[in-house]
């Protein structure tokens, strides 16, 4: 599973809900996050080496034919180490997320340790997994979501699921390979998590369009500020 999330202008969301509509994001062909490697953490964000994390997204190829409803930013950047081995107490080097400098400007944070981020009142933004072991994901604290509305933007998520229904052993897939992809996109509404779309679909080889599939995902999720 991947979860992407993006900055909206407050108020375009019913735009972005009525874009989304029936989108597949198979073959993750939605704008994807900066991959910085060769740079050093410490100059996160402000060096001229960290300016494709800076949040910006130009125009992208939408595979569905539409248009970019309006503009959007990156709340993130995956960070893949300085290409060195200089750190000997590990097989290889540390990665993780981080926050583009779009989201820290809108928050205000400052960096206070590897892959922790702060405003006055503590962890603001983080990547778990470091630390503890856990899937590397970018985690916002809750309450932070009324200052992104202040600054003028919202979240709006999109997720995608790939399934593989049957493997062959060996070669290439057979005619009997298929496979499910699942697309969904969400949205912070009213305090609320809301699921802007989603559809699940089943394929063959070709690829070609078995048959549309029941994908019953939760739609509300209250108090999302906590």
Known sequence: MQLHAYLIP???????????QEKDWHGRWMPDWADMENVLLRAHPTAPEWKAAEGDIDDWDDRSGGEQPTELFQVGAWYGGTGTDGDASAD???????????????????????????????????DPAPKSGAPNALLLRRDLLHRIEDAGYELFWTALVGHEHFVPEHGAPRGDYRWITASASYRVAENQLELVHSLATLFKVGPEKVRTLAWNIKTRESDVRG
């Not at 400098?101 to 983080?126: P, Q, Y």
Request: aromatic share 16%; hydrophobic share 50%.
């Open 92 to 126: 290889e080097e540390t990665r993780a997320f981080l926050p583009s400098r779009k989201l820290m400007e809108t928050l205000r944070l400052e960096s206070r340790g590897d892959f922790e981020w702060w405003d006055d009142a503590g962890v603001a933004v983080f």
């Open 10 to 20: 407050l108020g375009a969301a019913s735009k972005w809900a009525t874009w989304a």
